[in-house]
Structure formats: C-alpha cells, structure tokens
C-alpha cells in the first residue's frame, strides 16, 4: 500500500517480479520489504513528484492486477450463515465471565508490574 492505495496484491515470491516489471531495479542482496518501503514511501505534505508516483502505481495496479482480483472473486461463492444454530452456541455470561477472568489472571501472571 502507498498512501492508502493497494499497490500489489498477490504472493509475497511475484512482489520481486511484479516491480521488476514495472521499472524497479531491486538490489540483489537487500531484504525486499526495506526496498519496497524506500519505493512506496510518500512525503507529506505531498509534492507534485509523490502525486506523479500513485498515479503510476494505481494505474500499474489497474491494467495488471485489478481484472484478476476481480476474476477470482466472482469464482468465490459464500454460503448465508444459519444465525439460529449460531445464536443457539452462545456461550452463557457466566461462561463469558469466567473466560475474561481467566485471562485476566494469565496476564497478571505474565506481566505482574
């Protein structure tokens, strides 16, 4: 993501080919994540330079990632979930009580100040 645009979507082994692709010269032995901040990094306040940088990656993202996205959720299909079998596994608020109680008590023992 660069200023809260999706910028590449897919598995983390494509991101290297994916800026590759798309005219980023990624060094050879960097760890890719620093390299991929230092490219979608923006100034703010922006300048005209940051504004020229989303634009080329939303429309890199839209002509060659957005169809897929697409493709892929038309190919998903959820079912409706039946709310009365869920409501009917409800735990009881004593049950609620005793869960939070418990865990309260597991994060005094883990962190006792």
């Given at each position: 993501?660069?200023?809260?645009?999706?910028?590449?979507?897919?598995?983390?082994?494509?991101?290297?080919?994916?800026?590759r692709?798309?005219?980023?010269?990624?060094?050879?032995?960097?760890?890719?994540?620093?390299?991929?901040?230092?490219?979608?990094?923006?100034?703010?306040?922006?300048?005209?330079?940051?504004?020229?940088?989303?634009?080329?990656?939303?429309?890199?993202?839209?002509?060659?990632?957005?169809?897929?996205?697409?493709?892929?959720?038309?190919q998903?299909?959820?079912?409706?979930?039946?709310?009365?079998?869920?409501?009917?596994?409800?735990?009881?608020?004593?049950?609620?009580?005793?869960?939070?109680?418990?865990?309260?008590?597991?994060?005094?023992?883990?962190?006792?100040?």
């Amino acid at each position: 993501m660069s200023d809260g645009y999706c910028v590449f979507q897919g598995d983390a082994k494509q991101s290297a080919r994916y800026f590759r692709d798309i005219g980023f010269k990624l060094p050879e032995f960097s760890n890719p994540a620093d390299t991929y901040m230092r490219i979608l990094a923006v100034n703010y306040p922006k300048t005209e330079k940051d504004e020229r940088k989303l634009v080329f990656f939303n429309s890199q993202y839209d002509k060659r990632i957005r169809q897929n996205i697409q493709t892929e959720q038309m190919q998903v299909t959820l079912e409706k979930p039946d709310l009365e079998t869920m409501a009917s596994q409800n735990a009881t608020v004593m049950e609620e009580f005793k869960n939070l109680r418990w865990r309260a008590n597991l994060a005094i023992k883990r962190d006792p100040m």
